[in-house]
């Protein structure tokens, strides 16, 4: 069990440029979550995946975001038409349910410039 | 909307002292309550969780739940500079098990 892997670390794109979030959750868990947090505030809630489905979208998440779970393994978050508004942290989290909590990834931090 | 309230800090306290943590939530049917502790840079660390009313200690830390005040509180024994960080509130309510957080409460140990 190598945690909750999460690629890139970093990455700064150029506004309008669209950009590719990968997390890996530990293997056996079948819910994974999508965070973002930006400075000074505590995590917000995306989306999340039982299995492969997605089962609830955050309205923070615009037409312009999407994620996907293909084959309830790992996910990718997209983000299309980058906007300054857009710079954050980008968490990934996975738990096998039952409400103990969650094990972060590392996070990628993106900067949008 | 579902709120967790949490003072922002700094809350600055000497080395050896008791810290203490406090969160607010609105949401009357949250079952679950946990707290993370985040260091600058890095991604939440969960270090407590509680689900009943009462206390709940583990090692220095202990994690106070009152549902009826709807009230949970982190205590800190014996602080060390190590626990300086940015310490988030989080609760659950639904089966979906996403958690809210609150906005975290900075604390300064000083040596």
């Known amino acids: 069990d190598t945690g909750v892997s999460q690629n890139p670390r970093h990455k700064i794109t150029k506004r309008g440029q669209n950009v590719t979030f990968r997390c890996d959750p530990i293997?056996?868990?079948?819910?994974l979550y999508w965070y973002r947090q930006t400075l000074g505030q505590g995590p917000e809630f995306l989306t999340y995946?039982?299995?492969?489905?997605?089962?609830?979208k955050s309205r923070l998440l615009s037409d312009r975001f999407s994620a996907e779970r293909p084959k309830g393994s790992f996910s990718t978050l997209e983000i299309q038409r980058t906007e300054q508004g857009d710079s954050a942290m980008y968490l990934c989290?996975?738990?096998?349910?039952?409400?103990?909590?969650?094990?972060f990834g590392s996070g990628t931090r993106l900067t949008v410039v | 909307q579902k709120e967790v309230e949490q003072n922002s800090g700094p809350l600055s306290v000497p080395e050896g002292a008791i810290a203490s943590l406090n969160c607010t939530y609105s949401d009357r049917g949250s079952q679950s309550f946990f707290w993370y502790r985040q260091y600058s840079g890095k991604s939440p660390e969960l270090i407590m969780s509680?689900?009943?009313?009462g206390d709940k200690e583990d090692g220095r830390f202990t994690a106070q739940l009152n549902k009826a005040s709807q009230y949970v509180s982190l205590l800190i024994r014996d602080s060390q500079p190590s626990d300086s960080a940015t310490y988030l509130c989080?609760?659950?309510?639904?089966?979906?098990?996403?958690?809210?957080f609150g906005s975290g409460t900075r604390l300064l140990v000083r040596p």
């Open positions: 293997s056996e868990h079948n819910r």
């Open positions: 509680i689900y009943s009313n």
């Open positions: 989080a609760v659950n309510g639904d089966s979906s098990y996403k958690l809210i």
């Open positions: 995946f039982q299995n492969e489905a997605q089962l609830e």
């Open positions: 989290a996975s738990t096998s349910g039952g409400g103990q909590g969650y094990t």
